[in-house]
């Protein structure tokens, strides 16, 4: 209450401290009148008497307290008329603090949200998941259907653990059927996550046995989309995959997995332990440890399981392992080195405003050295307008870090809605501007704030106040003059660090993108689906019914006018799944276990290379004849023949292949180019190609190549998908080039937002080598004028003007050289066919930054040829 009762009075009380002191002056007066002095002579001797009526004033208002409040409040007062007496400086000040500020706060929302904020789950420090480990890799493997058994069974270290698979599921009623991305799961998912249901129940234990009644929980999204948000939604019958299911339940808003993509249906995984032996690796699991158990601990419990079912089903595991891995590094393991490092990048960008903001405050500090050394004339002292000068870098840093803070409260979702869907960044959805994000905006505003207002109000103590007086403030001191060229070389160096990084980074995405994938994309539609039979009594029907369903629908598609070819695969190339088993030569002794060798496996159909332009290098493509019954065959690509057959022709040769129905080995009837299924940065491992026909996937991708736009016969394609299978939906529509477009969206984005920072940085620096050179050359008009006075030629100082320039820019371009060479090596694992000590890269940047550089000292420069020697004389 004291504090408002100083604000309501204190106005009131300066009032009656003035009538007081009046009063004062007015009695001593008085007195002095009747003492026979004449009126001005008594008025006179009696102020003189009292003393500085000022200093009476401020000692006063010092012992009513609140002092230190008033002298914030007139330095801010003052600091608001100095920038709009100087529009030019501040508007140049706030758009380097908004942009340095606003990319840093953009950039920190997005590390916020994906890499230091908590998993939306209870006790997330203890999700943990857990992956088998392949003999000789250092990578880790989805699990195999037995050990996830076994681990469940065997374990001392989880409170639970439960398996998972992606899985797209037809949803039939209401409306044509559609394919929806979905998940199944084992009972306990949902209460090792600790998240319950919006509404209804979660998947029980009785309703993941084999052969129980199906149920299944909606997404959010899905019960507000499809169902229209009713609650009314439990208990009904909704037919998917063909058969029906009843809804349990509905996840909350904003629900997922975050290892995975988004799923509309869980359903309960239902697994078959008679069958789960044979099963191959397929499922991904989470886990959570138990109170006082480590991740070391579940580390090693984990490996003594797998080393049991190693000796127990040499077969299927010898020398496999297991890996524990926290859920929070596995959510942001392919994330985490690039956030870090657009952070590092935007932190230098934001480091290169502070440097130009301080230039400019020194400069603006050298101009004011006369009203500085008047200040202190007058008895002001060195706090004082060190109190002073910082307020006005505080008034500036926290003006341009709200321009940043709005910026950054802007740019984010704008750039978050540009992203493609299904853009590989985890926890998109949870990216937003919070709390955490508006303190950190404010630390750096305040942290900019003494960063570079600091050295401009240091600079007070050491100033030579009588040669400030004596010369007007038009020089400033060498002091000065070496502090902002080092800021100046600091800049440049920041700039070329950050450029190069650009440039390293934009030459390994063009490289990546001129990479032959082995196939041609123009003009190829593909549309996504699992292939779901409505009727089978056996695995072998349902086997025959996929195979005839994708050939029913192919030939129906061939044609369609327009459509040059159409055929299909199981997992489309540059999507990031792919398939891979074992196979070996079958004219040798099968590898023992653990040892066997393979690679990628594909299940195309008749026409597949041709549609997709790939190149079939000898023998032939799969036909007609090539169905179950007939003989085995397969199709290699030229790192499968480099491999299992180097210096010899593999046509006709025979290979084992561990891929149900197991049909005896396969012949080899072509050798196709090397395809990038994995990455345009991936070399081709060995693939292998099997007929749709004879080894039916309920996976498939519909390849269309069109002679015209490819988008234009999505409705024609459509039509004959479900004239083939009625209750048949597809999941995903795209063209070829924009699977190619999405696979390389990352890197692409990476280059972009770096060549971006990188021109940013450029800018900024060649604003500050221009304001240096450009306030050097307005300190030195007197000397440059009597140099030209005295018969020195125009282009002689132009010359020397640019020398000085360049060897600031000169000393920077070395300096972010040399740091460079030592930091860019930490971006080698995000470079494709580049090296970190690229010399072209080094070259080019260290040449634009030099042109750049030399254009900021030209105009200056120029300005110097054009001194009028009679006027600086005439001034003298």
């Known amino acids: 209450m004291s504090f408002w009762h100083w604000i309501l009075r204190r106005r009131q009380g300066d009032r009656e401290l003035d009538e007081e002191l009046r ?72 758009v380097a603090l908004a942009l340095g500020i606003g990319a840093t706060t953009a950039m920190f929302t997005v590390v916020n949200s994906v890499l230091l904020r908590p998993l939306p789950f209870r006790d997330p420090g203890r999700l943990v998941v857990v992956w088998e480990r392949p003999p000789d890799a250092d990578r880790n493997n989805v699990v195999q259907t037995q050990n996830f058994l076994d681990w469940r069974k065997r374990n001392r270290s989880f409170d639970d653990i439960a398996a998972l698979f992606e899985i797209p599921m037809n949803l039939e009623g209401e409306g044509e059927p559609v394919q929806v991305p979905g998940m199944l799961v084992t009972a306990g998912f949902f209460e090792i996550l600790g998240t319950r249901p919006l509404l209804g129940r979660t998947i029980r234990p009785e309703d993941d046995v084999r052969g129980a009644p199906g149920v299944v929980l909606l997404d959010y999204g899905l019960w507000q989309r499809r169902f229209g948000g009713r609650a009314d939604v439990l208990g009904r019958k909704i037919v998917i995959q063909g058969g029906p299911h009843e809804v349990i339940g509905v996840m909350p808003p904003g629900f997922n997995f975050p290892t995975q ?57 010898a020398k496999w392992s297991a890996n524990v891995v926290p859920l929070m590094d596995e959510t942001v393991k392919n994330s985490r080195q690039t956030l870090l490092m657009l952070f590092g990048s935007v932190t230098l960008v934001l ?71 299904g853009f590989p960044l985890p926890r998109m959805g949870e990216i937003a501007v919070n709390s955490r994000v508006l303190i950190f905006a404010m630390a750096v505003s305040l ?35 070496r502090l902002r060229g080092l800021l100046v070389v600091a800049e440049v160096g920041l700039a070329m660090l950050l450029v190069i990084g650009a440039g390293l980074m934009l030459r390994s995405f063009l490289l990546l993108h001129a990479t032959n994938s082995g196939f041609q994309p123009e003009r190829l539609l593909t549309f996504r689906m699992l292939v779901v039979p409505q009727q089978f009594s056996s695995f072998e029907e349902l086997l025959a019914r996929r195979a005839a369903m994708v050939r029913d629908m192919l030939d129906r598609i061939r044609t369609l006018p327009g459509v040059t070819a159409a055929s299909s695969v199981h997992l489309l190339p540059l999507t990031g799944m792919q398939s891979g088993s074992w196979f070996s030569r079958a004219d040798r002794p099968e590898p023992p276990p653990g040892s066997q060798e393979g690679g990628d496996v594909s299940i195309i159909s008749d026409d597949y290379f041709r549609t997709m332009g790939a190149r079939l290098l000898a023998g032939r493509e799969f036909n007609a004849r090539d169905r179950m019954g007939a003989p085995p065959v397969a199709i290699i690509n030229q790192a499968a023949a480099r491999h299992f057959f180097p210096d010899e022709n593999p046509i006709g040769k025979r290979l084992r292949v561990w891929w149900p129905p197991d049909q005896g080995p396969a012949e080899i009837v072509g050798v196709v180019a090397d395809v990038r299924n994995r990455g345009l940065d991936r070399n081709a491992d060995p693939c292998l190609f099997l007929p749709q026909g004879q080894k039916p996937s309920g996976f498939v991708a519909l390849v269309v190549r069109t002679s015209g736009n490819p988008l234009a ?96 820019a000169g000393a920077g371009i070395a300096a972010g050289f040399a740091a460079a060479l030592v930091l860019t090596r930490y971006l080698a694992s995000l470079l494709y066919s580049v090296r970190p000590t690229d010399a072209l890269v080094y070259a080019s940047v260290s040449a634009a930054l030099a042109l750049a550089a030399m254009a900021g000292c030209y105009v200056p420069a120029r300005r110097a040829t054009r001194v009028d020697p009679a006027v600086v004389l005439r001034e003298e």
């Open 23 to 94: 009063f004062h002056i007015a009695e001593e007066t008085r007195l002095r009148q009747e003492r026979g002095q004449d009126r001005a002579g008594a008025e006179r001797s009696a102020r003189r008497d009292f003393g500085n009526l000022a200093l009476a004033r401020e000692v006063t208002r010092g012992m009513w307290g609140w002092s230190a409040v008033e002298r914030a409040a007139q330095d801010l007062r003052f600091a608001l008329r100095m920038m709009a007496k100087n529009p030019a400086f501040t508007c140049l000040a706030l």
């Open 261 to 317: 993509a988004r799923a509309d249906l869980y359903r309960p995984m239902q697994i078959d332990p008679a069958a789960a032996p044979r099963d191959g690796r397929n499922y991904s699991t989470v886990a959570r440890l138990r109170p006082n158990v480590s991740l070391r601990d579940a580390q090693a419990d984990i490996r003594a399981i797998a080393a049991q079912t190693a000796q127990e089903r040499p077969e299927m595991n």
């Open 351 to 421: 480091l290169i405003a502070c440097a130009n903001v301080s230039n400019l405050l020194l400069m603006r500090a050298s101009a004011r050295r006369r009203e500085m050394t008047l200040r202190v004339a007058l008895g002001a002292g060195r706090w004082r307008l060190v109190h002073q000068l910082l307020t006005e870098s505080f008034v500036l840093a926290v003006t341009g870090g709200l321009l940043g803070l709005l910026l950054a409260w802007w740019g984010v979702p704008a750039i978050l809605g540009m992203l493609p869907a």
């Open 447 to 481: 942290g900019c704030g003494v960063f570079f207002g600091l050295l401009p109000a240091l600079q007070v103590d050491r100033s030579r106040m009588s040669e400030g007086l004596r010369q007007g403030g038009r020089y400033g001191s060498a002091g000065n003059q």
């Open 713 to 808: 016969a999505i409705a024609a394609v459509k039509q004959q998908i479900r004239a083939a299978a009625p209750h048949q939906g597809t999941q995903q529509i795209e063209t070829m080039e924009s699977v190619m477009g999405a696979s390389i969206a990352r890197p692409r984005l990476e280059a972009a937002i770096l060549v971006i920072f990188g021109l940013v940085a450029l800018t900024l620096a060649c604003v500050g080598i221009y304001a240096v050179i450009s306030y050097s050359v307005e300190q030195r008009t007197r000397e440059l004028g009597i140099r030209l006075a005295l018969g020195a030629a125009p282009i002689g100082v132009l010359l020397q003007v640019l020398h000085e320039g360049m060897t600031l």
